[in-house]
């Protein structure tokens, strides 16, 4: 199993920016596709972003495109997603997850999860 720790929420106006982190313990963290959800209140959990396991190929939701980035630093164990020019609509709980196989490029499933983080974007 593998623990994931969220870090880098919190409250910004619309047009801002915030970088969420997510520590990894437990497992070989390189071996694995790791990814970005959000959850929105009364919403499903959503996929927001994944890169895989050596960081050479992204995915993006069409509704962050151009404005979200996914990296990763195997050296450290932690992916972060930046995000820039905010939105109301981001608003919602972040959470980092970890892909199930290994040697993935995130587009498969998803079995561990972090805890989440909250991120709210004033208007």
């Known amino acids: 199993q593998v623990q994931l720790v969220e870090s880098g929420g919190g409250l910004v106006q619309a047009g801002g920016s915030l970088r969420l982190s997510c520590a990894a313990s437990g497992r070989t963290f390189s071996r694995y596709a790791m990814g970005w959800f959000h959850q929105a209140p009364g919403k499903e959990r959503e996929f927001v972003a994944s890169i895989s396991w050596r960081g050479g190929t992204t995915h993006y939701a069409d509704s962050v495109k151009g404005r979200f980035t996914i990296s990763r630093d195997n050296a450290k164990n932690t992916v972060y997603l930046q995000m820039n020019s905010l939105k109301p609509e981001d608003t919602a709980v972040y959470y980092c997850?970890?892909?199930?196989?290994?040697?993935?490029?995130?587009?498969?499933?998803?079995?561990?999860w972090g805890q989440g983080t909250q991120v709210t974007v004033s208007s």
């Open positions: 997850a970890a892909e199930s196989l290994e040697y993935g490029l995130g587009r498969g499933d998803f079995g561990s």
